[in-house]
């Protein structure tokens, strides 16, 4: 399965293949000392985030935004090996973001996958590049509508930690900057692991705006893949899988 979170697209392989792993933000600690944790996996399936894969991670505030790349570290978060960012201060209102490069992989006549191209396995029976991209809310009034120009992102069209249970949060999947129709968002929490036909998806319409019932209070992920083929690199991969995640967290009154 992909988890109470996440998306799933349809033409990806099994989950216990590495490229189709999800990458998402969350954070831990105390306001004056917020660390952004740089999850990997799944609920069920969390092998260890790579720091020198994340291209960048920073914090958006309405004011401006700052790099927490540099000093990230290897950690463990409720028994999961995840990457934390150093200390800073969190105002409350932060978007946070980060692209994760999770490079090429192959699929070997044997059904194995592996960290490698075609170069080295020119007989390989799926070949793929994949990257990632992650956003989060630490709280209400961020910059949510931001777009940051990531390959494949999405972007809420109201504050989802205003969203109450009992309300649709709406938003709009862009890829390369254009609204992307028909992708499919996946809901979850980050946290909670579930079948893979249970996991609720939701379809972007004609103008790449899904609309995402908030069912209960609590942090919420949603997920996004898409498959492109060719690649962008054909002597190395046969197609490009993208991945975007969204994290935020809903207070528990109802409208």
Do not use: C
Request: hydrophobic content about 45%.
């Amino acid at each position: 399965m992909r988890s109470a979170l996440l998306l799933a697209a349809a033409a990806l392989a099994p989950t216990n293949f590495a490229s189709a792993h999800d990458v998402w933000l969350t954070f831990s600690g105390e306001a004056a000392s917020r660390r952004v944790v740089v999850n990997y996996g799944h609920p069920d399936d969390r092998p260890p985030t790579m720091p020198d894969k994340i291209l960048d991670l920073v914090a958006i505030a309405p004011a401006g935004a700052s790099s927490l790349l540099s000093d990230l570290t290897p950690a463990q978060d409720h028994g999961a090996p995840v990457v934390v960012s150093r200390p800073f201060a969190d105002s409350g209102n932060l978007l946070l973001a980060a692209r994760y490069d999770n490079g090429f992989w192959i699929k070997t006549a044997d059904g194995l996958y592996r960290n490698a191209t075609r170069r080295l396995v020119p007989n390989a029976a799926d070949s793929m590049w994949s990257g990632k991209f992650a956003k989060a809310l630490t709280g209400p009034d961020a910059p949510w509508e931001n777009v940051l120009a990531h390959d494949l992102e999405i972007v809420p069209l109201s504050d989802p930690d205003k969203t109450k249970p009992g309300q649709t949060l709406r938003l709009k999947v862009l890829f390369h900057g254009k609204p992307l129709p028909g992708a499919n968002v996946e809901r979850g929490d980050g946290v909670t692991a579930v079948a893979e036909k249970d996991i609720p998806r939701f379809a972007a319409d004609a103008d790449g705006i899904a609309s995402v019932p908030i069912m209960k209070a609590g942090p919420h992920l949603l997920v996004i893949d898409h498959r492109v083929t060719p690649s962008a690199t054909p002597d190395h991969a046969d197609a490009d899988i993208f991945n975007a995640t969204f994290w935020f967290n809903t207070s528990a009154t109802r409208p």
